[in-house]
């Protein structure tokens, strides 16, 4: 099993930068990967970034690729997404999701475990 808490979100300004935190409970972290998926107001909920277990891999949705930076530190059991030059189509909540196997995806029915969500609010 493995619980996961995000936290960091908040409201900005367009142009800003938030950074987000995923902490996770449970032995199997390391063994995950991890990664982001965000649902703006009735709308589906979309991929983000994903990090292979060791971090040596990471994948990008399009619409953030060369702003946001997804990390994480095995150590903390914690998994982060800097987001940098912020859009105010980037207003979601963002959910943190665990899936305990090696090849990374972006379809979040694979992935088993899932946050409570972090609302992030950009405004123009």
């Known amino acids: 099993q493995v619980q996961l808490v995000e936290s960091g979100g908040g409201l900005v300004q367009a142009g800003g930068s938030l950074r987000l935190s995923c902490a996770a409970s449970g032995r199997i972290f390391s063994n995950c990967v991890m990664s982001w998926f965000r649902q703006a107001p009735g709308k589906d909920r979309d991929f983000v970034a994903a990090i292979s277990w060791s971090g040596a891999r990471t994948y990008y949705a399009d619409s953030v690729k060369g702003r946001f930076t997804i990390s994480r530190d095995n150590a903390k059991n914690t998994v982060y997404l800097q987001m940098n030059s912020l859009k105010p189509e980037d207003t979601a909540v963002y959910y943190c999701?665990?899936?305990?196997?090696?090849?990374?995806?972006?379809?979040?029915?694979?992935?088993?475990?899932w946050g409570q969500g972090t609302q992030v609010t950009v405004s123009s």
């Open positions: 999701a665990a899936r305990p196997r090696q090849s990374i995806v972006s379809a979040a029915t694979l992935y088993n475990y």
